[in-house]
Structure formats: C-alpha cells, structure tokens
C-alpha cells in the first residue's frame, strides 16, 4: 500500500532561518502529492501540491518539488517567520481521494 | 465563505453514551471524509463517501457509523463511545472531478473526550 514518511519533529528555528521539512514516499502508479499545514487550534489546510514528477509546487515563500527517481517531496523555505509555527503534514493521493497522511512535523520558529 | 464546518469544537462524554459529531459542507462537493489525529500517528481515515447513499470503511472504522442522506452533510456516529477513541476528530471534503488531484478541504476539528 501507499506510505508516507517525514521527519520527525519538533523542530525548532530561529526566525530568518532557512527550513527543510523531509518527506519520501512509497506508491503504485502516479500519485499526486501535497503539504498541508495546520495551525493551532485549526483544521489543515492546503499549503501546496504537485500532480507531476518535476513539477514545483510553490505557496507563502514555501516550495517543494515533486522527485519521481528519489520518490520524495521535501518541503522548503528560504527565511520562516514566527508566524510560520505550525504543523506540516506531507500527503499523497493515488486516486478515489484515498488520501495518505504522514504523521506530521511539528515547526517552532523563535524570535 | 467555502468552509467545512463541524461541531462541537470539544466534547467530553462517559464510556457507552453514544452522541454524534456533525459536518456539514457548503461546496457542492461529491466526497467526505472522516479522520481521527493521534500524537505520533498522524491522520487516520474512519470511513468515506462518494457520494449521497455512498459511503466506505477507511483504515480505523470499528466503533464508527456515517450515513450520508444529503450531499451537504456528514455526520459521525459513536453509538458507544470508549476511551480509546478519545482523540481529535476532522471532517475533510473534496470534489472528485479532478480525480488525485484535488485537495481537500477541512473543517476545524472536533477534541473529543471519553471518561
């Protein structure tokens, strides 16, 4: 089946820093891929997504691209701000909306 | 606005009492879901619908009941609530015309309690 596995968090920045979120993955087929964020208190929310190998996915000054040979997605941001604290979650869809979660990366960022 | 919305927000109940979390959708989409957040474990799937009169078990459906009588609405029936299912509990709906690639949309969770 499909899998999806992240770093582990939390991790914690200082603000300005440069942010790299791991995330590879294991699917049959074509599977499209996305970072959703949720913010405390909140439901997740759509950050970015990419449906095609090489495709670049890009949102708020984050980026990740879509590595079909490497089967990877790893979510990146040049300078977090504090308002970037959150917890970031890789998904994969293979079709139907069956939707596979990996377990999160908790991010601090401090002033 | 677009939303997903659930209620309530937090509720603590005792083992046995069966209560019932509501979702309801304002998107005109086909495909709900229901997840479960536990620490460690990321989101987990409870049970699914297509659509109207269409619904599915996901990974972690015992102890779980939907019905989908209205394209709208989504409701997660716990007819016996445990501790174990003590946990945080979304809603999540999306359109299926654009097939793997269309996001979904969560509402903002349900804190569920059970003593």
């Known amino acids: 089946g499909n899998s999806v596995t992240q770093m582990e968090g939390p991790v914690t920045l200082s603000e300005e820093a440069f942010l790299t979120i791991n995330c590879t993955y294991t699917?049959?087929?074509?599977?499209?891929l996305f970072w959703y964020v949720q913010y405390p208190g909140e439901g997740l929310q759509l950050l970015l997504k990419?449906?095609?190998?090489?495709d670049k996915g890009s949102n708020k000054g984050f980026e990740a691209t879509y590595r079909k040979e490497t089967t990877s997605f790893h979510l990146e941001k040049g300078s977090v701000q504090v308002s970037d604290s959150a917890v970031y979650f890789c998904a994969l869809s293979g079709g139907y909306q069956k939707v596979t979660f990996g377990t999160g990366t908790k991010l601090q960022v401090i002033p | 606005e677009a939303q997903v919305t659930q209620n309530p927000r937090y509720l603590i109940t005792v083992t046995g009492k069966k209560l019932t979390v509501t979702c309801s959708q304002n998107m005109n989409h086909e495909y709900m879901s229901w997840y479960r957040q536990d620490p460690g474990l990321g989101l987990r799937q409870i049970y699914y619908?297509?659509?109207?009169?269409?619904?599915d078990k996901g990974d972690v459906p015992e102890g779980y009941k939907v019905s989908r009588k209205e394209k709208r609405n989504f409701p997660l029936i716990l007819e016996s609530p445990s501790p174990n299912q003590t946990s945080l509990y979304f809603c999540?709906?999306?359109?299926?015309?654009?097939?793997?690639?269309?996001?979904?949309?969560f509402g903002n969770g349900t804190r569920l309690t059970v003593t």
């Open positions: 699917a049959t087929g074509y599977p499209s």
């Open positions: 990419a449906t095609k190998a090489d």
């Open positions: 619908s297509m659509n109207v009169e269409v619904t």
């Open positions: 999540a709906s999306t359109t299926v015309g654009t097939g793997k690639n269309s996001p979904l949309h």
